[in-house]
């Protein structure tokens, strides 16, 4: 789940000093990594200026557009404007930097697990099990897998399967922000509980771990009841090789499972997170466990592409009626081009320098106008729950949850301050960092070209990281089959839910009598699946259909049917 645009980012941020520890231009560059700061000390801008001026050296004379762009961003963002922004899109910022209690944690309540080839990761394995919470009957397990050199600490909840946990596969579910938790998965979407009004338990019946043993993992660092009390995480390729510890970890501590399939699923920008954790796992020659696929749903994989088809789903080319002017249809229209321009520079370079103008630039021309009118970015159908935030008020739900001090001595997070669902500095961070625009659909091509199934699903009722976003970099994909796959039409999806016990129902021919529930496209190990009647988060909107995609994938039919 995306938090906010690089308009909100940017304004929030210029006006919360303490959050950037100090005083210079309105932009500072240090170490690749783009800090934003006040513009009232013109004795400091000249050092930024120098330090900015030393990356556009190292870029080999990049295009004026760029220069021109970060001008722009400037003038755009002086004193006034801020102030005028922050008012406009004046969001819910209740998210610390990641603060501790005072109490030291107690490593007696704690199994701990080592290995000599990650000499300095370790991992926690919670020995009161938290099934007194009464989320699901099946075996749980919580801990942590900690990074010391840097004091590092990721948070992970791993739920056996309700049906066969010997032989059931395992999946490892991301969520995205970037800076959420997993945790919105794990109560809000497609775990054994979701959280009501009361702060009690209402059992799912359609998690995912009915046929599969699911592990919510909170990272990057800082996210959920994740910290660290060293520096930050401020980018995808610095979370890959912690992600790869942790499931080495994980198996290690587990052998029963490394013989079961094991898939990484996620959504939003875990469009970025899973093509890069899968290349990491398979460019690992000695792993100790395979990687079976990867399901992305609503992701934002191919920046360049995605940001093109923002003015048709607005504009009613997307299976939903226009919720934009047309003159606000033919400006957007206009203005893809620069941002396919700077996007690509992004493509090129790739540093903070060329992407975080990109976005800035493709957010205020493309994403802004439908966040002006208030309607969720995350569902086009409805409108935002609550001003600014995530705009589902159940949301809040799960993090008062999480904060009761009963649930975080079961999960062995007594030593958490305050839990938040989706942490600020840490999708500060990214965005800064010029990670959200840069190109991860090459992963994608790689895992393909190594034979690893790819599952690309997308709610078609979601703006920000909308379906005909993600067909059309599917379509456009630079693998060893991506012209049949792009030859491929787009077929009617029935569920398996949808058919009788019959055999013969699961026929083609019979299903396509049946009431679709979507449209898919495949070839080979490549899927595209459309979902109708579902938003940004799939298993929210449409659960049973969400856990049929889910069965159908792992069981291996990747054609669904065909």
Known sequence: MKIS????????????????????????SKNDQVLLVNDDDSGSQSSIDNELSELYHQMEHPPKILTHA?????????????????KQYKQ????????????????????????????????????????????????????????????????????????????????????????????????????????????????????????????????????????????????????????????????????????????????SYAGHYIPRFASEIINNADRSFELASVLIGNGITDPLIQAGEYRPMACGQGGYKPVLTEEQCDQMER???????????????????????AQYYCDLKLLQPYIETGLNPYDIRKPCAEEGGNCYVEMDYVDDYLNLDYVKQAVGASNIDIFTSCDDTVFRNFILDGDEFKPFQQYVAELLDHDIPVLIYAGDKDYICNWLGNYAWVNKLDYQH???????????????????????????DTQSKKKPAGEVKNYKKFTFLRIYDAGHMVPYDQPSNSLSMLNTWIQGDYTFGY
């Open 5 to 28: 645009t690089l308009v909100q980012a940017l304004t929030i941020a210029s006006t919360s000093l303490a959050l950037f520890g100090g005083h210079g231009g309105l932009f500072g």
């Open 335 to 357: 203005d893809y081009p620069k941002c396919a321009t700077l996007a690509k520079l992004c493509y090129k370079f790739q540093n903070a320098f060329s992407c975080v103008p």
């Open 92 to 267: 819910k910022v209740t998210s610390p930097m990641r603060k501790l209690k005072s109490e030291p944690e107690d490593s007696q309540n704690f199994e701990i697990l080592s290995n000599n080839k990650f000499r300095d990761y370790s991992m926690r394995i919670k020995n009161t099990n938290p099934e007194i919470l009464g989320l699901d009957t099946v075996k749980q397990y919580t801990g942590y897998i900690d990074v010391e050199s840097i004091d590092h600490h990721y948070f992970f909840w791993f739920f056996e399967s309700r049906n066969d946990p010997k032989n059931d596969p395992i999946v490892l579910w991301l969520n995205g922000g970037p800076g959420c938790s997993s945790a919105t998965g794990l109560f809000f979407e497609l775990g054994p509980s979701s959280i009501n009004s009361t702060l009690q338990p209402v059992h799912n019946p359609y998690s995912w771990n009915s046929n599969a043993s699911v592990i919510f993992l909170d990272q990057p660092v800082g996210v959920g009841y994740s910290y660290s009390g060293g520096d930050e995480v401020r980018n995808t390729e610095t979370a890959a090789k912690d992600v790869y510890v942790f499931l080495e970890l994980f198996f290690q501590k587990f052998p029963q499972f490394t013989q079961n399939k094991f898939h990484i699923a996620g959504e």
């Open 482 to 508: 991506g012209e049949a796959f792009a030859n491929q039409p787009l077929k009617p999806w029935v569920p398996a839910k949808a058919t009788t016990s019959s055999a013969d129902d699961t026929s083609p």
């Open 70 to 86: 970060w001008r722009d961003m400037r003038a755009s963002l002086s004193p006034s404007r801020i102030s005028q922004l922050y």
